[in-house]
């Protein structure tokens, strides 16, 4: 059963990253009216909330933004820091709206912020379960109840979902401060502006699937403790 929830939800992932990376690929092939690249949009959208402590620097990779909280930098696709499109103003917009939010303390960021250490001592354990009970599973099971394994990977997956719903109104808001913003100060034309939308709607549509698909492995473990399962 829960290859088969691993299964269902890995088509899933991939079917909206695919469609984030087609919708991607075809907004950056149209040229922003205002000429402005993801850098300086970006620097202008950090200037324009007073902001002047963060930096903006282009990394490797493909949609690989993201915005790191613990050295303030703004860390940009080439196709986003160079590109001068819809898609790019988006992203890089996008970005910002976390760096904002880092800025006014949004309580959402500073929760899942707060939640980092615990998700990834979470991820260790999951890891050390997963081998233990693949190389040896009879052991592990000798030595602690069945039940009591099962409750720790139940808190384990606890963690993660709990983080998953956390990331979402972070990410949901750091897009509507970007939306705002760049139809607010005229970055983008009102058809640019839709395709900004669509962008950053399928890029939190990937933050919304993985959140189900924490959601749904929680459930699984938390039936076959209840022995909901046949």
């Known amino acids: ?7 269902v939800f890995a088509i899933i992932s991939f079917a909206v990253s695919n469609t984030l990376k087609r919708k991607f690929k075809k907004y950056s092939q149209i040229p922003l009216a205002s000429g402005m690249s993801g850098k300086e949009v970006a620097e202008k959208m950090l200037r324009d909330n007073g902001i002047y402590d963060v930096s903006v620097v282009h990394i490797g990779g493909s949609l690989t933004d993201h915005y790191n909280p613990a050295n303030k930098t703004v860390n940009l696709s080439e196709a986003v820091y160079m590109g001068r499109s819809a898609a790019s103003a988006a992203i890089a917009a996008h970005e910002c709206g976390h760096a904002v939010q880092h800025a006014t303390a949004y309580n959402m960021l500073t929760l899942r912020t707060t939640l980092v250490p615990l998700q990834n001592a979470s991820g260790k354990i999951m890891n050390i379960i997963f081998f233990a009970m693949l190389f040896g599973g009879m052991f592990l099971t000798s030595v602690f109840p069945m039940q009591l394994v099962l409750l720790v990977v139940i808190g384990v997956n606890l ?44 890029a939190a549509m990937t933050y919304v699937v993985a959140a189900l698909g924490a959601l749904t492995t929680l459930l699984y473990y938390v039936m076959i403790f209840l022995g909901g399962r046949d």
């Open 1 to 7: 059963m829960l290859i088969i929830i691993f299964i």
């Open 159 to 202: 963690v993660f979902t709990l983080f998953a719903f956390v990331t979402l109104p972070v990410e949901f808001d750091a897009s509507k401060r970007a939306l705002q913003w760049i139809e607010t100060n005229n970055v983008v034309t009102s058809q640019e502006y839709e395709m900004s939308k669509d962008a950053l709607k399928w």
